[in-house]
Structure formats: structure tokens, C-alpha cells
């Protein structure tokens, strides 16, 4: 049981570049998260999907597309990398999403650490 | 909308040290309250949570109580470790997502 998994842990892009970071769970979750983590600033979240066929932008989604590929994937893309886009992605997956005041734990993969050029 | 204010780190303790990290919110309706910790290198752990008022959350010698009055949910740890050296994150789950602090770092000298 891997829990939830980001790949690549490590990126490095020129502005301009596109790339695709990956996210996936095998804990049957249905709903998942992308969140950017800068200095100072806690955790942003930048897109979810509450479940599989839908996504809602969160705090911060301009510049970045996703896609929910299946229920066990969640892709996170970049079209035209800008400096501002540096940080530490980290993916989340949970059981459902939150609702009110149910507790609902989010559990996340270990990031990817993003450096635009 | 939703916030969350966390005390301002870094914090410097030396073993077996007493620790209270503060965190207050602002928002509206009933949220659910926790404790991220992230280690070195790591994504983040639910350490504790509250899902309600005057609720109290325990992990790992760490404990915070839902303070609907003064709308605060402190972590406190009464003997820290040179383990418990990490990122600690308040956190406040409303609606459809997570609304985070900004993160304390901790670190406890042997």
C-alpha cells in the first residue's frame, strides 16, 4: 500500500516549458487535491476534484490545468511555466470530500519541487 | 472568507521542554480543526484533530482543545523530543477543502 505518489520529485524548467506532474492513490479515494507550498504561505490549494469526472478550482488556479484521469489519478499541468510557478507541489487524496464539520483526513504524497528558470 | 493565524516561528526549544504552538481562525459555520506536522523532506500527517467544540485531539504526547470562544486550537506537547523537530501546520476544513497557516518551524536542540 504505497498511499499516494507524485512523480517526478524533482523538476527543473526554462520559462515556457510545459510540463505534467502525476499523482496517484490506491486508497480507493474519491476525491483529491493539488496544493503549491511557498515560504511563509502554508499550503495553497491550487485545483481538486471531489470525484472522479469533476474538478473545481481552488485559491490559486490561474496558470495550471488538471485532469482527473481516473479515480486513482490526478494530473497537474502546466502550459507556459513562469518563475512564479516555483515551489513544492504536493498531491492529497482523501475518502470523500469535506463536508460542514465532518472530518474527512487528507493524506499526501511526498511533493515535487519545482524550480522555473 | 475562511483564515487561519499561526504563530510565527522559528521555535527553539531544547529537550524535554514544554511547547504550545497558537493558532486562531476566523470562519463561518462549524469547521473541523488539526495539526499537520511535516517532517524533513516529507508531504504532511494528520497529527490530531477536532471536530468539534471543546473537543480535545491527542497524538504522540500532542494535544489541542477546540476553542469555540475564543476561536483558537493551540497545540501543546509537555516534554518535546529532538524528534519532534518538523513543520508543524494548523489547519481549518470547511465546505470542500483545507484552509492552512502558514507553518511553525520547530526545533528541539539535545
Known amino acids: 500500500n504505497a498511499g499516494v505518489t507524485q512523480t517526478p520529485k524533482f523538476q527543473v524548467l526554462k520559462t515556457g516549458q510545459s510540463m505534467t506532474l502525476q499523482c496517484a492513490q490506491d486508497?480507493?479515494?474519491?476525491?483529491m487535491y493539488w496544493y503549491r507550498q511557498d515560504p511563509g504561505m502554508g499550503l495553497r490549494l491550487i485545483y481538486y476534484s471531489a470525484s472522479e469526472g469533476t474538478t473545481d478550482k481552488g485559491e490559486v488556479p490561474n496558470g495550471y490545468n488538471v485532469s482527473r484521469l481516473n479515480k486513482r489519478e490526478f494530473s497537474l499541468r502546466l502550459e507556459s511555466a513562469a518563475p512564479s510557478q516555483t515551489s513544492v507541489y504536493f498531491c492529497?487524496?482523501?475518502?470523500?470530500?469535506?463536508?460542514?464539520?465532518?472530518?474527512?483526513?487528507?493524506?499526501f504524497g511526498p511533493g515535487t519541487r519545482l524550480t522555473v528558470l | 472568507g475562511d483564515s487561519v493565524t499561526q504563530m510565527e516561528g522559528p521555535v527553539t526549544l531544547s529537550e524535554e521542554a514544554f511547547l504550545t504552538i497558537n493558532c486562531t481562525y476566523t470562519?463561518?459555520?462549524?469547521?473541523?480543526l488539526f495539526w499537520y506536522v511535516q517532517y524533513p523532506g516529507e508531504g504532511l500527517q494528520l497529527l490530531l484533530k477536532a471536530t468539534k467544540a471543546d473537543d480535545k485531539g491527542s497524538n504522540k504526547g500532542f494535544e489541542a482543545t477546540y476553542r469555540k470562544e475564543t476561536t483558537s486550537f493551540h497545540l501543546e506537547k509537555g516534554s518535546v523530543q529532538v524528534s519532534d523537530s518538523a513543520v508543524y501546520f494548523c489547519?481549518?476544513?470547511?465546505?470542500?477543502?483545507?484552509?492552512f497557516g502558514s507553518g511553525t518551524q520547530l526545533t528541539v536542540l539535545p
Open positions: 492529497a487524496s482523501s475518502e470523500r470530500e469535506l463536508a460542514g464539520s465532518s472530518y474527512n483526513e487528507q493524506f
Open positions: 489547519a481549518l476544513g470547511s465546505a470542500r477543502q483545507l484552509t
Open positions: 470562519a463561518t459555520g462549524y469547521p473541523s
Open positions: 486508497m480507493n479515494h474519491n476525491s
